[in-house]
């Protein structure tokens, strides 16, 4: 159980166009998703946080407006890099969770290789 | 701030031998404690997790941590590595609902 899952795991793109990448919990409904960043031999970065039906919050120094974060259902949210540049190359992992108290963990996705050049 | 610190970058142990993975952590209140690992190009797997009792605590694969709150530490430990151990670990720690992990440990484990 809890699993959960990343669409695409890897995705190429122009500089300049914008790529949706999409997270969803399988077998479980998602309360809260997480959005992360990961550069090459370095931590995870948390970007947002979102609830469903409900804006994400940003963490500090994320532009929202760049990296937008839709949590449309309790199984499904999508992060869209728009205008993406060389330096939006990444990999991004989403991670969902069924509630944010008490004892809820993370359920991670495998994460998204994105390439801008 | 609440942080979590994993002093050492990459440790190398020999196949068979035991590892130690050290984490300290930086939070007012003890924060659930969290073992990650990640393979190369994948998401992460949760090895264990620390909330409240036992501070021994047993994960998947053979791995184990203890909480020490006098050292704020939660160091991850295995008796006997196998080559498929050779990862990138992460410790963690969650404060109000947000995880922070730390810097990371590469593991490689040679035969």
């Known amino acids: 159980g809890a699993v959960v899952s990343q669409h695409p795991s890897r995705v190429i793109c122009k500089s300049g166009t914008s790529v949706k990448i999409e997270c969803r919990s399988l077998?479980?409904?998602?309360?809260?998703m997480f959005w992360y960043r990961q550069f090459p031999k370095q931590s995870l970065m948390l970007m947002a946080t979102s609830n469903e039906g409900s804006k994400a919050t940003y963490e500090q120094g994320v532009e929202k407006d760049k990296f937008l974060i839709n949590h449309a259902s309790l199984t499904l949210s999508t992060l869209t890099v728009t205008s993406a540049h060389p330096e939006d190359s990444s990999f991004y992992i989403c991670?969902?969770?069924?509630?944010?108290?008490?004892?809820?963990?993370?359920?991670f996705g495998p994460g998204t290789r994105l390439t801008v050049t | 701030a609440q942080s979590v610190t994993q002093p050492d970058i990459h440790i190398t142990v020999s196949e068979g031998a035991s590892l130690e993975l050290r984490c300290n952590y930086s939070y007012g209140a003890t924060p659930y404690l969290f073992w990650y690992v990640q393979s190369p190009g994948q998401g992460l797997q949760l090895l264990l997790k620390y909330f409240s009792g036992d501070t021994l605590v047993q994960g998947i694969k053979g791995f184990e941590a203890e909480f020490k709150r006098s050292q704020s530490s939660f160091n991850l430990r295995k008796p006997s590595v196998h080559w498929s151990d050779a990862a990138e670990y992460f410790c963690a720690g969650r404060y109000d609902y947000k995880l922070s992990f730390g810097a990371g440990t590469t593991v490689t484990v040679r035969a």
């Open positions: 077998d479980f409904q998602a309360t809260t």
């Open positions: 991670s969902a969770s069924p509630g944010t108290g008490g004892n809820y963990e993370q359920y």
